[in-house]
């Protein structure tokens, strides 16, 4: 059973950072790409990052250089930092398994708040 477990939400303010993870299991992680995902309140899933087996990633425009996705393949964990915060990325973070959108399988979320 594919189990995915994020970490790291909070209240931020604007320009602030945060550092998210996502612990999996269920399946092999090392041989699948991974990808986040969000939801704000009231909108539509919103794709955010990617990244692939070997460590290629792609990110949606709004986030490019301030989010950085990564993976730790021993730990069977997929991170996201999140750098330079705005208002607008206020939203439920999901992990997911694979790389299309919208994914089969994601995680419960967790929360991330930036506000002054």
């Known amino acids: 059973e594919v189990h995915l477990v994020e970490s790291g939400g909070g209240l931020v303010q604007p320009g602030g950072s945060l550092r998210l993870s996502c612990a999996a299991s269920?399946?092999?992680?090392?041989?699948?790409?991974m990808m986040w995902v969000r939801q704000a309140p009231g909108k539509g899933l919103y794709w955010v990052s990617t990244?692939?087996?070997?460590?290629?990633?792609t990110n949606a425009d709004s986030v490019k250089g301030r989010f950085t996705i990564s993976r730790d393949d021993a730990k069977n964990t997929v991170y996201l930092q999140l750098n330079s915060l705005k208002i607008e990325d206020t939203a439920m973070y999901y992990c997911?398994?694979?790389?299309?959108?919208?994914?089969?399988?994601r995680g419960q979320g967790t929360q991330v708040t930036v506000s002054s």
């Open positions: 997911a398994r694979g790389s299309a959108f919208p994914p089969i399988y």
């Open positions: 269920g399946f092999a992680f090392e041989q699948q790409p």
């Open positions: 990244i692939y087996v070997g460590g290629a990633t």
